[in-house]
């Protein structure tokens, strides 16, 4: 197939969007001589950002069409040398040869990008290598794969005092790898925390932040500037919150003004860089004024986000990330907490120096490997559980799933091996008896609180989490289904309705993902309740409200960064190929008690077996494949 053929054959077939054509379009009209395969591969790499790929591998063309649309037959794809080629003698090209700023497409690794993404990509690659060599001069002072770690663990004489050893084995009695975690930190200016729920993350931070500022005030040195992140309004609530909890558990292990210096807020990623409708007020140009920069639920996000927040690090300064790799990636475009985890490498072990470091200077054991890459030993992966309810067994479950062992997680809820948990193979046609019979009640109980602040406790005893936003299985249908049940006399606001924000409102301060609960106010009316603090909370009435929707049931992307006692899960039959085993994974951990399942048995199957991968190149910016 030749000439107009090809790009018109992929949008015949419904394959690619308005603006994946239209870029395609754009680019012939200003250079005619444009070969036909090069419009079709700009096309498909627009498409894929849509799937979240940062880029498109062109020997895996094919793959993004099954990802597209898995039963149509595929139309023809040019040949991958000849398409190589034209790539490279393409104008329109970027290469790391030729960078030239005023081409559309890049094309690196046999891996092609809209420009912008490639930008992304290799700008968040080189403001990390800076962060993790500690200081501005030395962005490049990491080794490259193999070679010998930085001298960052060469330890002054302030450390043979034993003031660390001693510190730690105070606040991570146990010597596992949360204190691990603690000690790399005094070393590390970049460190993942990863684990799944229940593991202590922020328990780790907490600990963190208190040896740093004790190590600082010790030395009398400037006071730490730290802040606290996440990408979600509800997210960084949480992290405050859990922060502030840790840091109250170990209040009688800290000396005389440790606590005060921790903060008590933290702040969506937005708000921390300063945004505004021309752009962010922080970035590689006006840095943040930080020493510490903690980010929690690092998993959601994005590319472009992540980008900005790097270079907004200060030189010298720390970044900690902390987040679950097999939760569901961000909404937007790439995967990055995977990727640089896949060059950090598992976390459970240290390059040579680190590891001996840590064994003479906090007197923690780790096995050694040796370093792949410049991240390796950045890492460190948090697997014990230290939260886990009595009533639910939930840990099985979730390893099956991260594992991508199908057949042996649906034998286990089929045998009902695990305490806890309820599997309802009815598939969409039980949804209106368990709505009944689990969410309804549940949702009564908000209105009959005595108080908009108990209502917002009785709120996270319940949720329908659904793996889709549209259909009879989506949250839409549902949350009508329950409204209906729960306000059969019609209106659209009344006592304990639900209610998500899903637009951040700065003037309100409420964000995407906020949930206040309908309330009489003092005033007579009925007003929208949020928790605005760890106890404070405000009320506007609901036409003052920033955008928002009923939030009795969420899909699950919805639900990262939060958690309820029990979670009604609901994986439907129609739509089911946008299911893999991280959304499974991520609905499943919301619960804290109690987890209903309601899933076909071979929908639930295929999710499990499916991984959600994203094209991205990041991981191979540190090492990994060379």
């Known amino acids: 197939m030749s000439g107009d053929a090809l790009l018109a054959a992929w949008q015949r077939g419904g394959w690619l969007r308005s603006v994946d054509h239209a870029l395609a379009q754009s680019m012939r009209r200003l250079r005619p001589d444009t070969p036909e395969p090069v419009l079709l591969a700009a096309a498909l790499a627009s498409r894929a950002l849509a799937f979240g790929h940062a880029g498109v591998v062109v020997a895996q063309l ?57 930008d992304y990509e290799r700008r968040l690659a080189t403001a990390l290598r800076r962060i993790a060599a500690g200081e501005g001069d030395a962005a490049f002072a990491l080794p490259a794969a193999g070679g010998p770690q930085p001298d960052l663990f060469a330890a002054p004489a302030a450390d043979d005092d034993g003031w660390l050893r001693a510190r730690l084995a105070a606040l991570f009695p146990d010597g596992d790898a949360q204190a691990v975690a603690a000690a790399l930190a005094q070393r590390r200016h970049l460190l993942l925390v990863t684990g799944g729920p229940g593991t202590g993350k922020t328990s780790t931070v907490a600990g963190v932040l208190a040896l740093l500022v004790e190590d600082a005030l010790r030395r009398a040195a400037p006071p730490l500037r730290i802040r606290l992140a996440a990408p979600t309004g509800k997210a960084a609530s949480r992290l405050a919150e859990a922060l502030h909890r840790g840091v109250e558990r170990m209040a009688g292990l800290l000396p005389e003004g440790v606590r005060a210096a921790i ?16 752009g962010y007020r922080h970035g590689a140009d006006a840095p943040l004024e930080a020493d510490l920069v903690v980010v929690d639920e690092a998993s959601m996000v994005d590319l472009p986000m992540m980008c900005r927040l790097a270079e907004a690090i200060p030189d010298g300064a720390r970044l900690i990330l902390l987040g679950d790799r097999d939760q569901l990636p961000s909404v937007e475009t790439g995967d990055v907490l995977a990727a640089l985890c896949d060059a950090a490498g598992g976390g459970d072990a240290q390059p040579p120096a680190p590891a001996a470091w840590l064994a003479a200077r906090a007197g923690l054991a780790v096995p050694v490997t040796a370093p792949r890459t410049v991240l390796d030993g950045h890492r460190v992966q948090l697997a014990r559980v230290h939260r886990q309810d009595a009533a639910i067994e939930l840990a099985p479950l979730a390893a099956h799933v991260r594992a991508g062992e199908a057949e042996a997680a649906v034998a286990g809820l089929a045998e009902a091996r695990w305490r806890g948990l309820r599997w309802e193979r009815g598939g969409d046609r039980a949804l209106p008896g368990l709505l009944r019979e689990r969410a309804l009640p549940a949702y009564r109980r908000i209105a009959e609180a005595p108080d908009p602040r108990a209502a917002l406790q009785r709120a996270l005893a319940f949720r329908v989490l659904t793996a889709v936003r549209e259909g009879p299985a989506g949250s839409v249908a549902l949350n009508a289904q329950i409204e209906a049940a729960l306000a059969p006399r019609g209106g659209a606001f009344y006592p304990g309705r639900l209610l998500m924000i899903t637009a951040n409102s700065y003037r309100h301060g409420l964000y995407n993902g906020d949930i206040g609960v309908c309330w009489p106010d003092p005033d007579g009316g009925l007003s929208v309740w949020f928790e605005t603090g760890p106890d404070t909370l405000a009320h506007w009435r609901p036409s003052n409200l920033p955008a928002h929707e009923p939030a009795f049931a969420m899909t699950v992307h919805k639900s990262q960064g939060s958690e309820f006692a029990e979670v009604l899960l609901v994986l439907p039959e129609r739509g089911a190929r946008v299911i893999g085993r991280e959304l499974v994974y991520t609905g499943i951990t919301r619960c804290r008690s109690a987890l209903l399942l309601c899933a076909d048995e071979d929908v639930l199957r295929a999710g499990i077996a499916r991984r959600t991968q994203r094209g991205s190149g990041l991981a191979e910016r540190f090492g990994i494949g060379s």
């Open 62 to 118: 094919d793959e993004l069409a099954r990802e597209i649309d898995p039963l149509l037959d595929l139309p023809p794809l040019p040949a991958a040398d000849a398409l190589r080629a034209a790539l490279f003698a393409s104008p329109w090209v970027a290469t790391p040869a030729a960078p030239e700023a005023d081409r559309v497409l890049a094309f690196e690794n046999d891996r092609l990008y809209l420009r912008r993404y490639w």
């Open 263 to 278: 903060p008590a807020e933290a702040q969506t990623l937005h708000r921390l860089l300063g945004w505004r409708p021309d």
